[in-house]
């Protein structure tokens, strides 16, 4: 039997999707029921790459190396959380998991936290957007009859993108 892989911010956000979507059952890292499986993040579980990571001479901090410029940015894991992306890389890929639907936080960082999971994660399954800006049981219960196409937030993904990597390459180059 199919499923649908929900996957919120933080693990207290999933716990409450988890009661209104009837997921009772205890997983490592998720929890499910008949229909759903219901996941988490911990903040941020990926991060642009250090310069270090580009090359091995923007380890030392040294005036002749600036400006650091990498030609695409690189995506890297956090190895405090990596536990947790593992579980969602692998509830992503499940055969079983049919879809999608990102219940982080609404607004650009959120965005932006799920896109680099799916991203790491090379997942390809269609994606839905939850838009909630209230926790209750009623405002979840709206939320998932109104779920969005995530294609529509693409704009809101390039917007975050943009300004981690502006703050990236100012922060790194500014710093140094």
Not at 9 to 19: C, F, G, N, Y
Not at 98 to 116: Q, V
Not at 117 to 129: G, M
């Amino acid at each position: 039997m199919s499923k649908i892989l929900v996957i919120a911010e933080k693990p207290s956000v999933a716990k409450d999707i988890a009661h209104v979507l009837g997921c009772k059952q205890k997983g490592e890292g998720f929890l499910y029921g008949e229909n759903y499986i219901v996941s988490w993040a911990i903040g941020h579980l990926v991060t642009l790459a250090e310069p270090e990571d580009y090359d091995e001479r923007y380890k030392k901090w040294k005036r002749e190396t600036l400006p650091i410029l990498p030609e695409q940015m690189k995506l890297k894991i956090i190895p405090k959380t990596s536990a947790q992306l593992k579980i969602l890389k692998n509830l992503m890929n499940r055969k079983e998991v049919e879809h999608l639907i990102c219940a982080t936080d609404s607004g650009r960082e959120g965005e932006l936290i799920f896109r680099y999971i799916y991203e790491v994660a090379k997942c390809k399954k269609k994606v839905q957007r939850l838009w909630i800006s209230s926790m209750t049981d009623i405002a979840i219960q709206e939320g998932f009859s109104k779920l969005k196409n995530g294609k529509e937030y693409d704009n809101l993904y390039i917007s975050a993108k943009c300004r981690a990597e502006a703050d990236w390459l100012v922060g790194m180059n500014a710093t140094r």
